[in-house]
């Protein structure tokens, strides 16, 4: 019975309907779990000469590497290593922040955003990682050896991306009320103090990487710039090349009509930001009946 409950949760999540935020907890679990038992696996049948490389093996496939050579024979470790985690509390940490977060920035942004703010966020993370590694000399001695793995940098896009929308939205962290602005400020403070004296540089760098690209993305949705758009369209086109489905194709010859579909579009952002505004100072329960359903509206799509 337990059995069939969590297959129909698993389902219900990766439906169209479901939750983007829950089925990327579920990917990064499910991945962690394989990896593990691929540990185990090793563990078992290996002798204690060659252990540990079979161990490593895996993660060094899925892991981002610092050096540019290694990266252009692993292109594919931009996308896999923000969803590989090593050890089970670094797993649970990032995914109870990606949740609580994730759950706030879903309600009023919407379903389809939360995944390209994840995942453009680990791109900008990696970015940053593979170039502080490349071009200061602290590094250079250990370029060719480093990677990087973790959601970490999507998740700080993620938070920083909510505290720049709702800035004085609180959070109860264990039984102390804390706003997102506050909670930003303390997790880019402990990476960028971090970097000089812990021994994870490149972990701290990541964040970094992934939180500049949160506050640029609604930096730039708030003056009706939507970088989402393109990762959606794009996204879509993959899933329907896959599916065997054609994406429908819509043209328009009216150009008096497309400037006015352009003006609802500015007239739409202008009124969510107001909106938002007044969330992030008076909070949800002082918007108006209509406002609420505005709100409502705009997050399923």
């Not at 610092?66 to 996308?79: Q, R």
């Not at 791109?123 to 250079?140: E, H, K, R």
């Not at 793995?149 to 009320?177: K, N, R």
Request: proline share 3%.
């Amino acid at each position: 019975m337990a059995e069939n409950f969590l297959i129909r949760e698993i389902k219900n999540t990766f439906s169209p309907t479901g939750k983007m935020v829950s089925r990327l907890i579920v990917i990064n679990i499910v991945l962690f779990l394989v990896l593990r038992v691929t540990d185990l696996i090793a563990f078992l049948i290996a002798s204690d000469f060659n252990i540990q490389s079979l161990i490593s093996y895996p993660y060094f496939i899925l892991a981002l590497p610092s050096g540019l050579s290694n990266l252009l024979t692993h292109p594919w470790t931009l996308i896999t290593y923000g969803f590989t985690h090593f050890e089970l509390f670094h797993l649970v940490f990032n995914m109870l922040w990606l949740f609580w977060i994730g759950s706030i920035l879903t309600e009023y942004l919407g379903n389809k955003k939360i995944f390209p703010v994840y995942m453009m966020g680990s791109w900008f993370g990696g970015a940053l990682y593979i170039l502080f590694y490349n071009i200061f000399p602290y590094f250079s001695n250990v370029v060719d050896q480093s990677s990087c793995i973790g959601a970490s940098a999507g998740i700080m896009a993620i938070i920083l991306a909510a505290a720049v929308l709702l800035p004085d939205y609180s959070i109860i962290i264990f039984i102390w009320p804390i706003r997102l602005k506050w909670l930003a400020a303390i997790f880019v403070g402990i990476d960028i103090i971090s970097i000089s004296f812990d021994g994870n540089p490149g972990g701290h760098i990541a964040h970094l990487g992934g939180a500049l690209f949160g506050y640029l993305y609604i930096s730039f949705y708030r003056k009706g710039n939507d970088w989402s758009l393109w990762f959606n369209n794009i996204a879509d086109s993959i899933i329907s090349v896959f599916s065997g489905r054609k994406k429908m194709k819509v043209t328009y010859s009216n150009t008096s009509s497309r400037s006015h579909e352009r003006k609802k579009d500015i007239d739409k952002q202008k009124k969510i930001d107001s909106i938002l505004d007044k969330i992030s100072k008076s909070g949800y329960e002082s918007l108006s009946a209509e406002e609420k359903e505005i709100l409502f509206k705009e997050s399923r799509n």
